[in-house]
């Protein structure tokens, strides 16, 4: 059984650039969740989303950066005009059936901004 | 405001001894609560979950703790072994929040 599947797991970008990063969630799974995590922290919230559907954004920065997960095909977070400051580790996590559900995470994504 | 913290950044303990991760949170609407371990260069790995109305609940080697009077959740790992090295996340969920809020975070170490 495949896990969450996360790529690139390394991407490094010049500022100004756009990221583009891939999760794959498991099988069965129709919960998508984003959390960016800075070295040495916890992870956070950044967007929660189901089929063809954003269900909160809260935690996601209102400008540059969105996130879909359309009806066939992966999840996708993007960030466009990077900064340094994008630079971090960013998870995907995907649950069966909504929160109050184990959340199972993919491996990240390193993004790095030159 | 809600939040999630830990009282210990690090904890090293012996290896073959119990090893216990304190995890304290605010928001008094946290009903749904989960551990996870994250090992360098990894995702978080889930580790066990617990509910409002549980106290306590066992896997293998580890047991979860809730103390919902201070608002205290804890989780023991028996006879700790050098593959238990890894940062200790708890996580929390508040009825109808859609997201985990994560505490900071505990490395454990193994001596030997």
């Known amino acids: 059984n495949a896990g969450v599947m996360q790529n690139p797991r390394h991407l490094v970008r010049r500022r100004g650039q756009e990221a583009r990063l891939r999760c794959s969630p498991m099988?069965?799974?129709?919960?998508v969740y984003w959390y960016r995590q800075l070295p040495e922290e916890g992870l956070k919230f950044m967007v929660y989303l189901q089929k063809e559907n954003i269900i909160d954004e809260s935690g996601m920065p209102k400008e540059r950066f969105s996130a879909e997960f359309p009806k066939e095909g992966p999840s996708i977070l993007r960030i466009q005009q990077v900064v340094r400051g994008d630079s971090a580790a960013y998870f995907c996590?995907?649950?069966?059936?909504?929160?109050?559900?184990?959340?199972?995470f993919g491996d990240g994504t390193r993004l790095s901004i030159l | 405001g809600e939040s999630v913290g830990l009282h210990l950044p690090t904890l090293s303990v012996q290896e073959g001894d119990n090893s216990i991760i304190n995890c304290a949170y605010s928001?008094?609407?946290?009903?749904?609560f989960i551990w996870y371990k994250q090992e360098s260069g990894k995702g978080p790995q889930f580790i066990i979950d617990i509910r409002s109305n549980m106290d306590k609940r066992q896997g293998q080697r580890v047991t979860v703790l809730l103390n919902k009077t201070v608002k205290h959740l804890s989780l023991q790992i028996a006879a700790t072994q050098p593959g238990d090295s890894a940062v200790y996340f708890c996580?929390?969920?508040?009825?109808?929040?859609?997201?985990?809020?994560f505490g900071q975070g505990t490395r454990l170490t193994i001596n030997p």
């Open positions: 996590a995907s649950s069966p059936r909504g929160i109050s559900q184990p959340q199972h």
């Open positions: 928001n008094s609407a946290s009903d749904y």
């Open positions: 099988k069965g799974h129709s919960h």
């Open positions: 996580a929390e969920n508040s009825q109808g929040a859609q997201k985990l809020v």
